[in-house]
């Protein structure tokens, strides 16, 4: 496992290999935030909740690693730590003498098996003064500070081990004066900065015990009423369509209408068309009225096979569209087509038509009720987790690192990124410019304040679970792992799977959270 320690104002970059106390497996997210990897950002796919995971490690990977075990030094290192805004604690390391010297006689060695002096024969010992000269002493200096960073740096950090985040730990001191307090005083002291796993703070303390949420639930997901809308759907398909001749529009009635809309003004100069309410050819079912503006199906009804009729309508302040709520609109509609049912009657010959396997109509009413109750108890469970988790977000105060905003940002943007490539084949112009540096940031800033709520979220929940000792089975662990390597595997898609194995367990963590929550809390469902 490899830690990335970046100097930040300037110099090389180091990279140590290292073994944490603790290890997590990372996001399945690119770790560098400019650019994305769509074939390697990629949540488990036979998850679905409303929690996002969100997972610590300790270590970054890099193409550029330098294997280091952690060995022992001749002197103790004076290690300060200093707690900084924003999750982050830096450390100011004092290196001694002894130690530099350790680390420059080691370099000696390396430089005098690698390097061919004029003179000696190859594993001939050299001088140490001619071996210096012919090397040059700013890189002996320089190979010397490496090798005391890449020495000192796991021991530095070994308290921080458990804690630190990835990719989160940089070397703030310029590499530049590193060099130049070496060669003065043969020692060296740099600090480092790194983040770390925030701490969450309850406000009150062990307010999750005590939720009292009210969940507004749509009347529309009432079993009764959705069971009964589906076996009429289910009826009307074994129907055939007669078309109208000596009538106009009644309810039950299926019409092809061409509609126009315009805003209504005093003055005509001001009057607009409303292009979204415009249709040619819109197929209306007329028991399906409710889903148009209020005041449609009463104003056609009675209409004719090429009749046409203009009547004024007001967009409802509870419109979807907010550009059109309270809006005054003339609509003038145009009766094309006009169609009546021809139904069968509904008893129990139709039952094996309408739902294979049922030969009773009675067995129909009941399969589809416990469906629709299936998914009802599904719909409620989804909206008052949704309730939870924007109260947990209120109840807790963490002070987010900037790293662990961006590693989560990422991974949203990444899963938006595949989501647009599954529903739209995008070139590679069109890729490279959403998986852009620049794309990236405008997703980051944009977003920002969705992005640490589920942070507060996912890390609130991660808290309840190990507050409350809260366990899941390991037959699900390895149910889901399977179902999710399978279907990377379906997809043809890349994947790790310590890494899935690591999300799945966070996503089964917030699955127990939530229903350890919801037969806590007191829940009100309203029904609108």
């Given at each position: ?111 005098m098996k690698q390097a061919k002096v004029p003179g000696f024969r190859p594993g001939k010992r050299v001088p140490e003064s001619i071996l210096v000269s012919y090397v040059g002493k700013k890189s002996v200096d320089k190979a010397t500070i490496e090798s005391i960073l890449k020495r000192t740096l796991p021991h530095a950090m070994s308290s921080m ?20 307090a070496y060669s003065s005083r043969n020692s060296l002291r740099y600090d480092v900065i790194v983040d770390v796993a925030p701490e969450v703070k309850w406000i009150p303390e062990n307010g999750y015990k005590n939720l009292k949420v009210a969940v507004e639930i749509d009347s529309d997901i009432e079993a009764q009423k959705v069971s009964e809308r ?299």
């Amino acid at each position: 496992m490899e830690l990335c320690i970046t100097a930040i104002n300037g110099g090389s970059t180091v990279v140590l290999n290292l073994t944490p106390l603790r290890s997590s497996p990372s996001l399945l997210l690119p770790k560098n935030p400019n650019s994305l990897q769509l074939h390697t950002s990629r949540k488990p796919p036979s998850l679905s909740r409303q929690f996002h995971s969100l997972q610590f490690a300790v270590s970054a990977s890099s193409s550029t690693a330098v294997t280091s075990e952690t060995d022992q030094l001749p002197a103790d290192l004076t290690v300060t730590e200093t707690q900084q805004p924003n999750s982050r604690v830096k450390l100011s390391i004092q290196v001694p003498p002894e130690v530099c010297d350790d680390c420059y006689k080691k370099v000696i060695v390396e430089f005098m098996k690698q390097a061919k002096v004029p003179g000696f024969r190859p594993g001939k010992r050299v001088p140490e003064s001619i071996l210096v000269s012919y090397v040059g002493k700013k890189s002996v200096d320089k190979a010397t500070i490496e090798s005391i960073l890449k020495r000192t740096l796991p021991h530095a950090m070994s308290s921080m081990t458990a804690t630190a985040l990835t990719d989160s730990v940089s070397i703030l001191t310029k590499f530049s004066e590193m060099e130049q307090a070496y060669s003065s005083r043969n020692s060296l002291r740099y600090d480092v900065i790194v983040d770390v796993a925030p701490e969450v703070k309850w406000i009150p303390e062990n307010g999750y015990k005590n939720l009292k949420v009210a969940v507004e639930i749509d009347s529309d997901i009432e079993a009764q009423k959705v069971s009964e809308r589906e076996l009429r759907r289910r009826h009307k398909a074994l129907g055939a369509l007669r078309i109208v001749t000596d009538r106009g529009l009644q309810v039950g009635d299926l019409v092809v209408l061409d509609i126009s809309a315009t805003t209504i003004d005093q003055d005509k100069s001001n009057v607009q068309s409303i292009p979204s309410a415009e249709s040619k050819g819109y197929h209306f079912d007329t028991e399906d009225g409710d889903k148009l503006i209020p005041g449609f199906l009463d104003s056609i009804i009675g209409i004719q096979r090429g009749e046409t009729k203009s009547f004024p309508l007001v967009f409802p302040e509870s419109w979807a569209q907010e550009s059109l709520r309270g809006i005054h609109a003339q609509f003038n509609v145009e009766c094309k087509e006009l169609f009546y049912r021809d139904l069968p009657e509904l008893d129990d010959s139709l039952a094996p038509k309408l739902l294979p396997g049922c030969t009773t109509l009675e067995q129909v009413k009941e399969a589809l009720l416990q469906r629709c109750q299936e998914a009802e108890q599904t719909a409620r469970e989804q909206a008052a987790d949704n309730v939870i988790l924007d109260q947990l977000c209120k109840m807790v105060e963490v002070d987010i690192p900037q790293s662990l905003f961006e590693e989560q940002g990422r991974q949203l943007y990444g899963a938006k990124l595949l989501e647009i490539q599954g529903n739209v084949k995008l070139n590679e112009e069109q890729l490279a410019t959403l998986s852009s540096k620049k794309a990236v940031e405008e997703y980051l800033l944009y977003q920002k304040e969705n992005i640490m709520n589920m942070i507060k979220q996912s890390l609130a929940v991660g808290d309840i679970f190990k507050r409350e000792n809260l366990q899941f089975s390991t037959d699900d662990l390895v149910k889901e792992v399977e179902n999710s390597i399978a279907e990377f595997k379906r997809q043809k898609q890349d994947y790790d799977e310590e890494r899935v194995k690591g999300q799945v367990q966070e996503i089964l963590e917030g699955a127990k959270v939530l229903e350890w929550l919801r037969e806590h809390a007191e829940i009100q469902f309203i029904t609108r």
